[in-house]
């Protein structure tokens, strides 16, 4: 069992930054490919980024990569998500999951454990 809690989100404007926090408690975070989602309201949980185990292999969705960037640091059981460049269409609740899997998972189904989320509005 491991629980997973979000911070950082908050108000931004458009082009600013943001890094978004996912701190684990209960288990090793090393223990698990982790993963980012959004979910916009009345849309669908959709895939942001995710990174293996050892943090040494990462993926993202189309719509953030080269903007969105995942770390970890395993011996802070802490996963980050660091935003830049934000969109407006970025605004959503972000959540990190955690993935029994060595590699992360893009699909929702696949994640044993969910944060509460973070709010994240873009104003443009």
């Known amino acids: 069992q491991v629980q997973l809690e979000e911070s950082g989100g908050g108000l931004v404007q458009a082009g600013g930054s943001v890094r978004l926090s996912c701190a684990a408690s209960g288990r090793t975070l090393s223990t698990y490919a982790m993963g980012w989602f959004r979910q916009a309201p009345g849309k669908e949980r959709d895939f942001v980024a995710g990174?293996?185990?050892?943090?040494?292999?990462?993926v993202y969705a189309d719509s953030v990569k080269g903007r969105f960037t995942i770390s970890r640091d395993n011996a802070k059981n802490t996963v980050y998500l660091r935003m830049n460049s934000l969109k407006p269409e970025d605004t959503a609740v972000y959540y990190c999951?955690?993935?029994?899997?060595?590699?992360?998972?893009?699909?929702?189904?696949?994640?044993?454990?969910w944060g509460q989320g973070t709010q994240v509005t873009v104003s443009s």
């Open positions: 999951a955690a993935d029994g899997a060595i590699m992360p998972h893009t699909t929702p189904k696949s994640y044993d454990y």
């Open positions: 990174i293996s185990r050892s943090g040494g292999s990462t």
